[in-house]
């Protein structure tokens, strides 16, 4: 099992920027993801980074705005975003899985979140 820990969430206006953290422990992992669910929403994909190498994926919503990166010293990801907007308004989770994939069943280990909230 992979431990998650996130961090960086909270209140920004439309236009600001936040950065994610999620930092991880425990079995090794060949990717992580960062995936966000607003209220009433299903859980959806945002990014994925493979754990070595260059592979990074992003959903079409956040592509341009958002950059997902690693250190592997520190074991830790993540997740710049950029021209935030209101519709970026979720809880936003980081998962270990073995491959970069955009599924959300492809991963197996989750933090426990960390709210966004952009405001207009």
């Known amino acids: 099992q992979v431990q998650l820990v996130e961090s960086g969430g909270g209140l920004v206006q439309a236009g600001g920027s936040l950065r994610l953290s999620c930092v991880a422990s425990g079995r090794t992992f060949n990717a992580m993801g960062w995936f966000r669910q607003a209220l009433g929403n299903e859980r959806e994909f945002v990014a994925t980074?493979?754990?070595?190498?260059?592979?990074?994926y992003y959903a079409d919503s956040v592509k341009g705005r958002f950059t997902i990166s690693r250190d592997n010293a520190k074991n830790t990801v993540y997740l710049q975003m950029n021209s935030l907007k209101p519709e970026d308004t979720a809880v936003y989770y980081c998962a270990a899985g073995l491959a970069p994939y955009s599924s959300p069943a492809k991963y197996d280990d989750w933090g426990q979140g960390t709210q966004v909230t952009v405001s207009s």
């Open positions: 980074i493979r754990w070595r190498g260059d592979f990074t």
